[in-house]
């Protein structure tokens, strides 16, 4: 996981938009999600989860809106959590460590915590750093 959403909340499913995720541009840039990113969806109310790709909505509107088939996974009011993985050779986070974003959300998914987690090389082995700071 490079990227993560944690509890941001559905407020608009579009049945008619060929798939993807749109997605408020200032949360995906906050944790380095990319436009056409692939993501992975947990829906916290019903338990469904899907792969699809992020579009980039709106900035500072809070939108978060499952397009195509997964809008018939979720509804407006729904929590989901998004996240974005980075793929890379064991080697190099033994030697280089790794590093993830989170951001926690209000009501109107505005970021209300945000957390950089931190894998940090100590000779065989790796140790998590966390630091947050609210908004």
Not at 33 to 47: A, C
Request: glycine content about 8%.
């Amino acid at each position: 996981m490079h990227a993560k959403l944690h509890r941001v909340t559905v407020t608009e499913a579009n049945v008619n938009y060929v798939g993807s995720i749109t997605i408020d541009r200032d949360l995906m840039d906050r944790v380095g999600i990319l436009p056409l990113e692939e993501v992975d969806v947990i829906n916290l109310d019903n338990g469904k989860r899907w792969s699809t790709y992020a579009i980039a909505g709106t900035a500072g509107q809070g939108g978060i809106c499952p397009n195509g088939g997964a809008a018939l996974l979720c509804k407006p009011g729904d929590l989901l959590i998004i996240i974005a993985y980075e793929y890379r050779e064991r080697a190099s986070v033994m030697r280089d460590g790794h590093q993830a974003k989170v951001i926690l959300v209000d009501k109107h998914n505005r970021c209300q915590e945000f957390m950089e987690q931190e894998l940090v090389p100590q000779g065989e082995d790796l140790k998590l750093k966390s630091s947050s700071q609210s908004n």
